[in-house]
């Protein structure tokens, strides 16, 4: 057994492998360092400078909110009624949410409208600077929803809208 033994040590001898030396070209870890780096430069710059690239980029990356942003109540539909209007701020849009108050206390949302442009802005009414009013503004004796915004080049924007009987749903009458 000692002789089959020995033979095995000799054959794992003369099979054994010597370590080998990769050789890496002088200068190629620097070259390749400098195309990974202008590479991400390249990416980052166009992030930065197209919307639509920033924008999925910021997808991926941020969790979505609802965050209530301003309110605002009056008798938008002419009945006497009071009517609760919520501006609201979700990570890609701006919304308007009208409720209506139940017997029972509860609020019953009436309609929600996406707003044209994605970023909140404020405007002076009555002295004040606010980002959302209700006030009749074309002297019909029913208030309209006044509710500024910016868009994607951050120029402002009023945004009207007044309850239409006919299609019974809010209507941007100006922007």
Known sequence: MSAVIAQKIERQETHSFSPVAIQIPQGFLFKAG???LSTAFVTMLVAALHPE?????????????????????GDLHGTGEALKVV????????????????????????????????KDGFFSFNGQATNLAVDDIDGDGRPEILAPSFDQNL?????????????QAFRRILR
């Open 34 to 36: 400098r195309l990974v």
């Open 87 to 118: 501006k609201v701020k979700t990570r890609d849009a701006l919304y308007l949410e009208v409720y209506a108050s139940e017997i029972d206390g509860t609020q019953k949302l009436l309609e929600k409208i996406e707003m044209p442009d994605s």
């Open 53 to 73: 690239v920033r924008s999925q980029i910021r997808g991926a990356v941020l969790k979505d909110y609802r965050t209530i942003v301003s309110t605002a109540a």
């Open 155 to 167: 120029v402002g924007h009023l945004n009207v809208y007044r309850y239409d009987e006919s299609s």
